[in-house]
């Protein structure tokens, strides 16, 4: 389980058909063979490490349902070690099991802050809600609004500069999870007609 707080963001050192190298500084100082990390919002087992990377299996299902199969040397990637009992649930729960890809539609400042809308198929729209959680390339956030075609939050300048998505450009794609209590709440009522 993660919160959708990034530890970390960092680069590709690699890429291979089914082998994704990441560097890192921060999270690879404690990370363990097959530890699960959340690599932009995908939850990946660790399969080796140096004091200076690691290396993740990204299997056909993981690059079929993420953006993790764009990615190239030197791209940025928000990292997040999996949650530990004793720490702070700061963002929301998040799995790492991404439901989909979105693209970013329109990206506008507004004072500090920048406003992001992202286009998503309607499968992934129908959990998304006003003021509820959405996860966005491993990052917990706030939904502004949702209609039927799209959805937006607003950045404060932390996260904008602390993560990936403010490298991002009109026309990008992301990874989205949405909160898995709308989907729980789903099935139970689905169940019960």
Same mark, same amino acid.
């Given at each position: 389980?993660?919160?959708?707080?990034?530890?970390?963001?960092?680069?590709? +050192?690699?890429?291979?058909?089914?082998?994704?190298?990441? +560097?890192?500084?921060?999270?690879?100082?404690? &990370?363990?063979?097959?530890?699960?990390?959340?690599?932009?919002?995908?939850?990946?087992? !660790?399969?080796?490490?140096?004091?200076?990377?690691?290396?993740? +299996?990204?299997?056909?299902?993981?690059?079929?349902?993420?953006?993790? $199969?764009?990615?190239?040397?030197?791209? &940025?990637?928000?990292?997040?070690?999996?949650?530990?009992?004793?720490?702070? &649930?700061?963002?929301?729960?998040?799995?790492?099991?991404?439901? $989909?890809? $979105?693209?970013?539609?329109?990206? !506008?400042?507004?004072?500090?802050?920048?406003?992001?809308?992202?286009?998503?198929?309607?499968?992934?729209?129908?959990?998304?809600?006003?003021?509820?959680?959405?996860?966005?390339?491993?990052?917990?956030?706030?939904?502004?609004?949702?209609?039927?075609?799209?959805?937006?939050?607003?950045?404060?300048?932390?996260?904008?500069?602390?993560?990936?998505?403010?490298?991002?450009?009109? $026309?990008?794609?992301?990874?989205?999870?949405?909160?898995?209590?709308?989907?729980?709440?789903?099935?139970?009522?689905?169940?019960?007609?």
């Amino acid at each position: 389980m993660f919160t959708g707080i990034i530890e970390e963001v960092s680069t590709v +050192n690699y890429t291979s058909d089914s082998i994704l190298s990441i +560097n890192s500084s921060l999270v690879v100082e404690d &990370l363990e063979i097959k530890d699960s990390i959340c690599v932009n919002g995908a939850c990946l087992t !660790v399969i080796s490490k140096t004091n200076k990377s690691f290396d993740v +299996n990204v299997v056909p299902e993981t690059l079929r349902r993420t953006n993790l $199969g764009d990615l190239n040397q030197g791209n &940025l990637v928000n990292l997040e070690r999996s949650t530990s009992v004793n720490g702070r &649930l700061g963002g929301h729960i998040v799995q790492g099991h991404v439901d $989909g890809m $979105g693209v970013i539609s329109s990206i !506008v400042s507004d004072g500090d802050a920048f406003n992001l809308s992202f286009e998503a198929d309607e499968k992934i729209l129908k959990y998304i809600v006003e003021k509820g959680f959405i996860c966005i390339d491993g990052i917990s956030l706030t939904v502004t609004y949702c209609d039927d075609t799209a959805f937006g939050i607003s950045l404060i300048p932390y996260t904008y500069s602390h993560t990936s998505l403010g490298d991002k450009i009109v $026309g990008n794609s992301v990874n989205l999870e949405c909160d898995i209590i709308g989907k729980y709440v789903e099935k139970l009522i689905s169940r019960s007609m």
